[in-house]
């Protein structure tokens, strides 16, 4: 085994040691460890190996809810921190589908309704990446119909051009 295999050996248990470390603190009591394992671990989920991830799924749907837990229940500084993280593993293409189906599209439609500029700027992110299949891009429009028919004239602004943004993108993905 020449040096490069056994650099690539060595920190591929590395990833594992730190995947299970994570998915032990995600599994505790203590909220901001938690939020911070979950970060740490969306991050380090867009660089995993193929291994590392196919074992992270089955984890990822637990600390979605977890994340979605923190979102619904948090206060603002913990659901913007929880959004993020959810929104950084979301957006790899193995978790889109089990983001959604944990039920993440209406807590970040939620997030685009509430007040904070950095929440709706998160919401926006995580909506263009999670509409890449087709049948979240359709729960998001439900969600965003729901909210231009609301009376808050700033938020409707800002589903209208969401919605703009979903069409382009799916449709110059199907040219």
Same mark, same amino acid.
């Given at each position: 085994?020449?040096?490069?295999?056994? @650099?690539?050996?060595?920190? *591929?248990? !590395? $990833?594992?040691?730190?995947?299970?470390?994570?998915?032990?603190?995600?599994?505790?009591?203590?909220?901001?460890? $938690?939020?911070?394992?979950?970060?740490?671990?969306?991050?380090? *989920?867009?660089? @995993?190996?193929?291994?590392?991830?196919?074992? /992270?799924?089955?984890?990822?749907?637990?600390?979605?809810?977890?994340?979605?837990?923190?979102?619904?229940?948090?206060?603002?500084?913990?659901?913007? #921190? +929880?959004?993020?993280?959810? =929104?950084?593993?979301?957006?790899?293409?193995?978790?889109?589908?089990?983001?959604?189906?944990? @039920?993440a599209i209406p807590l970040f439609a939620e997030i685009l309704e509430g007040c904070?500029? &950095?929440?709706?700027?998160?919401?926006?992110?995580?909506?263009?990446?999670?509409?890449?299949?087709?049948?979240?891009? #359709?729960?998001?429009?439900? !969600? &965003?119909? $729901?909210?231009?028919? =609301? *009376?808050?004239?700033?938020?409707?602004?800002? +589903?209208? /051009?969401?919605?703009?943004?979903?069409? *382009?993108?799916?449709? $110059?993905?199907?040219?």
């Open positions: 085994m020449d040096n490069l295999d056994k @650099g690539t050996a060595e920190l *591929s248990k !590395h $990833r594992e040691k730190t995947f299970h470390l994570y998915e032990t603190v995600i599994a505790g009591d203590d909220k901001s460890l $938690r939020i911070q394992a979950t970060f740490k671990l969306g991050c380090m *989920s867009k660089h @995993g190996p193929e291994t590392i991830l196919a074992c /992270a799924i089955t984890v990822v749907v637990e600390f979605l809810r977890a994340l979605m837990e923190l979102i619904q229940n948090g206060d603002i500084s913990a659901k913007l #921190v +929880a959004a993020n993280a959810l =929104g950084i593993s979301s957006s790899h293409v193995d978790y889109i589908r089990p983001a959604a189906q944990a @039920g904070e500029p &950095l929440g709706k700027e998160i919401a926006e992110d995580v909506f263009c990446v999670v509409a890449v299949a087709e049948e979240n891009a #359709v729960v998001i429009f439900q !969600h &965003l119909v $729901r909210i231009l028919r =609301g *009376s808050n004239t700033e938020v409707k602004a800002a +589903a209208a /051009a969401y919605a703009a943004e979903i069409s *382009s993108e799916n449709t $110059r993905g199907k040219k």
